[in-house]
C-alpha cells in the first residue's frame, strides 16, 4: 500500500492543529475583513448599518490610492531584485564545503533577525537622515554639498527593507543549493563542462525552487511591511500598508481600510501566482 | 582507444593515505575491476583517473601523456556515478545531448548519435522522460548513454548496480558487459561484490587498505589467491591443517586430513612446519563413505535451489564447506567421504 492511498482520519487528525490556527489567524480575519470592507462608512462610528459598494468606488475613482498599490508593488520588486542579488552569491559561498568561518558568517546572515524590526528600522533613521552618519561623513569628507536624499523616499525604504528581508531571501535558497546532489556538478565537468558552465547550466537551474521560495517570502514581506515603511518614509512616501493602517486606526474608516487592504492583497497573491506560473518548474512536478 | 598506466599513485588526506602508491597498466579496451572492502579506496582512485581529485603523488598516463594537471573537463573521460547524477531538471534527451553540446557537434549528427545511443542501451521512446520518471534500471541505462554517447576515451564506473535489485543486477551485468565489449571502450569498472568483479573484468585489481594486494585475472584471482586476505575475500575458502613432510624445488610435500599433496608454494617452508591447505568449498565433492577415502560427518546441510550447502565435521575436529550440485543428497550425521582434486588445493602459510 502506498502512502498515498492511505485511508481513514489519521492524515487529517496529523493536520488538524495546523488546520485550526490557520483558520483562526488567517481564513476568520480575512472573512472579517472582507465583509467589513462592503460595510457602509460610519459616522462617529467605526462603520454604519448596512453594505455598499462604496469603498471600492472611492478606491477605483482615485487615482491616489491606485499609484500608491503602483509604488507599493515597485519597492517590493525592487526589495526583492536586490535581495536576490546580493543574497544569491552569499548563500552559495555559504554553502561550499571548503568554507571557511561558516559559523560566524551564518550567524551575520541571521544577525538581522535578532534584532527588533523597530529597532533596526530605527538604526538605519538614524544611518540615513539628512543629519544622519552618511551624510554627515560626506559632507565633513567634503564630497557633498547639501545632504544626499536618503531618507523620507523610496530609495531609503528598500535600503531598510532589504537589510531586514534579506535573509529570508538567502536562507530557502542556500536550503536549495544544500540539496543538489554533488555528484551532479562532477557529471556535468565529466561530460566537458567547465565549472562556470557547470554553474549556469546545472546549479543555477536546480536551485530555482529555493531562489523562487525566496522571491515569494521577501516580495510579500515588503508589501505587507509597515514598521519600516511608516519609520523610514515618514509622511512623505507611504506603501499601501502603512495607508491601510492610517485609515484604520487614526481616521477609524474600518470599512474603507478593509478594502484597500483587500485591494493589495488581491493584486500581491495575483502577482505570487502569475510569478509562479511562470518559474513553475517541470521536472519538479512530474 | 586508449591505454591507462597509473604509477605509485598516492592520495592522503592529512596524515591517512587513502591510496597508497598504486601502480597498474590497463591495455586498450581492457576491462579492468577495481575490487575490495568498504573505504579501502576505490573510489579515490577513480576520481583520481577522472580528474575530480587532486593527486598527492605519482602519476596518471593515457597513452603515454601524464594528465594529472589536466582538469576533469579536458579528460575526455565517460563517468557512471553509484547514484547515477542524471540531471533531473533535464529529459532523458538533454541528458544525452549535455555532453554533445559541450563539445559543439552540430544539431544532426548530435540526434543521430543520441539516438544511436539510446537504441544501444534500449531506452528509445523515453527521450522525453524526466529521470524521476523512470525507474533504476532505466535510469542506470541513460547514465551509461550519457557517458558512452560523448564517445570518450576510457569509461569509468563507480559501483553502478549497487542499488539495484539483485535480478536486474544480474541482467545489466551481462548488458554493460556486452555492450563494452561492442564498443571496445578501456573502461575502469568499481565494486565491493567479487562476483561482478569475476563475470565482467578482463583483469581484477584487488585492493586492501589504499594497496594493491593482487592484480590478475578472475581465474588468477580466484584459484591461486596470492594471501589469505585476497582468498577470502574473492570467495570462501576451507582451511585445513597439514604439516610439511619434505620441501622440493619451489614444492612442498604435505599431510593432511584430506590426503598427502605435492603443492607447488611461493611461502618458504621447512619439513615439519605447520600449515594450512586452503580449499574452494565448490572444490570438494561428496560420496558416500568408503573404506580408505577420508571422511567427515555431516554437521548440517542447506539447500539453496541450484546448490547444496553442506557443513562438514572432520574426525580431527576441524569443520568445513562444501558446495555441490544437489544430485547426491546427504542428511544431518551422514559419514561422507571427500574427493578434492590436488590442483584445487594451494598453501597460505603456517596456521594460526
Ligand atoms: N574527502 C575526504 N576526506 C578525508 N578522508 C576521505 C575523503 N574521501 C575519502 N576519504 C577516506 O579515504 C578512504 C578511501 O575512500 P574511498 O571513498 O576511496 O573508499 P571506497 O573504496 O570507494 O569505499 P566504498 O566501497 O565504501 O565506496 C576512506 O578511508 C575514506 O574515509
Ligand atoms: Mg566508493
Known sequence: ?286 | MTEVSIEKLTKSYGNARAVNAISMKIAEGEFISLLGPSGCGKTTTLKMIAGFEDVTEGAIRFDGQDVVNTPAEKRDIGMVFQNYALFPHMTVEQNLAFGLEMRKVPKPQMRERIAKVLDMVQLKGYEARYPRQLSGGQQQRVALGRALVIEPKILLLDEPLANLDAKLREEMRVFIRDLQRRVGITTVYVTHDQAEAMTMSDRVVVMFGGRIAQIGSPTDIYERPENHEVAEFVGQVNLVQAKVESVGEGTATVTSPLGDFTLPTKISVKPGNMVSLALRPEAIELSKATEGQPAATVLASYYSGALMDYRLKLDNGDELHAQTFPVNRFAEGDRVALHAPAERFWLVGVSK
Open chain 1, 1 to 286: 500500500m502506498s502512502p498515498g492511498k492511505t485511508k481513514g482520519i489519521g492524515p487529517y487528525l496529523l493536520i488538524a492543529p495546523a488546520g485550526l490556527l490557520l483558520a483562526v489567524f488567517l481564513v476568520l480575519p480575512y472573512l472579517n475583513i472582507g465583509v467589513m470592507s462592503f460595510r457602509v462608512p460610519g459616522q462617529g462610528t467605526p462603520y454604519g448599518e448596512g453594505f455598499t459598494l462604496v469603498n471600492y468606488a472611492r478606491f477605483f475613482a482615485d487615482s491616489f490610492y491606485i499609484w500608491q498599490v503602483v509604488n507599493t508593488l515597485w519597492i517590493g520588486f525592487l526589495t526583492t531584485a536586490i535581495c536576490l542579488v546580493i543574497g544569491f552569491p552569499v548563500a552559495w559561498q555559504l554553502t561550499r564545503p571548503n568554507m571557511r568561518f561558516r559559523g560566524l558568517a551564518y550567524g551575520l546572515v541571521l544577525s538581522p533577525l535578532l534584532v527588533g524590526i523597530v529597532i533596526r528600522s530605527y538604526g538605519w533613521t538614524i544611518l540615513l537622515g539628512n543629519n544622519g552618519l552618511i551624510n554627515r561623513t560626506l559632507t565633513n569628507m567634503g564630497l557633498i554639498d547639501s545632504p544626499l536624499p536618503l531618507m523620507y523616499n523610496a530609495l531609503g525604504i528598500i535600503i531598510a527593507l532589504v537589510h531586514v528581508f534579506l535573509p529570508f531571501m538567502i536562507l530557502p535558497i542556500m536550503n536549495g543549493i544544500q540539496g543538489i546532489d554533488p555528484s551532479l556538478e562532477a557529471a556535468a565537468r565529466s561530460l566537458g563542462a567547465s565549472r562556470t558552465t557547470a554553474f549556469r547550466r546545472i546549479v543555477l537551474p536546480l536551485s530555482m525552487p529555493g531562489i523562487q521560495a525566496g522571491c515569494i517570502l521577501v516580495f510579500v514581506l515588503s508589501l505587507s511591511a509597515y514598521v519600516t515603511p511608516s519609520l523610514i518614509g515618514g509622511l512623505k512616501v507611504k506603501t499601501m500598508a502603512v495607508t491601510v493602517v492610517d485609515a484604520l486606526i487614526d481616521t477609524f474608516q474600518w470599512p474603507f481600510g478593509s478594502a484597500l487592504a483587500l485591494m493589495l492583497s488581491v493584486t500581491g497573491a495575483v502577482i505570487v501566482v502569475i510569478f509562479g506560473r511562470m518559474t513553475r518548474m517541470k521536472w519538479k512536478v512530474a
